[in-house]
């Protein structure tokens, strides 16, 4: 079957690898396409927690159940990395009033404000950043925005849709990729987006 010459309203088809995952209850069509097996980390449809863990000294990561995760927060023993689904009206309750995070930090996180930014509140830092959005194919049209913040205890990602290049990253930890500390985790994420960013930029220019 010969292919339509390209138009300009032709859409960019970059296969990805596989990183949607099985999940079950209300949050499986919002949080399926990031989520791995629960033994990968995935927490299932608690407090918006999409999924959490915890890593030891060497950077190996250790998958956190909602209560463990919570607890995890709280202690700041270690680091840990803790996704949410801001659809999920659970996830403001969960987080709100944390001493463990500063109050600035946590009103961007669970916010609505869209335009791309960086705040520094003492030693943590949150942002409002770029991604595709998880629909199989990296289209540049389908721009989302997720926030995060950041501690030297914790990195607290969040999300209104799924996410394509968290989830690359997200596959790297359950493949056993270490991050010794959360900037190294920070720096992952930031080169994935820069590489589909690459790929999508080189599917046009073969166009």
């Not at 985790?185 to 999508?200: K, N």
Request: charge should be neutral; charged fraction near 30%; hydrophobic fraction near 45%.
């Amino acid at each position: 079957m010969s292919r339509a010459p390209p138009s300009r309203r032709a859409k960019p088809r970059l296969t990805r690898g596989g990183d949607r995952g099985v999940e079950t209850g209300a949050g499986m069509d919002a949080r399926g396409a990031e989520a791995g097996s629960l033994a990968g980390g995935l927490v299932g449809d608690t407090e918006g927690l999409v999924w959490g863990y915890r890593f030891q000294e060497d950077g190996q990561a250790e998958p956190l159940d909602p209560a463990a995760a919570m607890r995890a927060l709280d202690a700041q023993e270690g680091w840990i990395w803790l996704h949410f689904d801001l659809v999920d009206n659970r996830v403001r309750n969960a987080l709100s009033g944390r001493k463990s995070l500063p109050a600035e930090a946590l009103d961007l996180l669970l916010g609505t404000e869209e335009r791309q930014q960086l705040r520094a509140v003492d030693d943590v830092v949150a942002g409002v950043a770029a991604d595709f959005e998880h629909e199989g194919d990296l289209d540049p049209r389908q721009m989302v925005t997720w926030r995060f913040c950041m501690a030297p205890h914790a990195f607290i990602s969040a999300r209104r849709r799924p996410l394509a290049t968290v989830a690359r990253v997200h596959d790297a930890v359950r493949a056993g990729r270490r991050f010794p500390d959360v900037l190294r985790l920070f720096d992952a994420i930031i080169h994935a987006y820069a590489a589909a960013m690459g790929e999508v930029s080189r599917s046009l220019a073969q166009r």
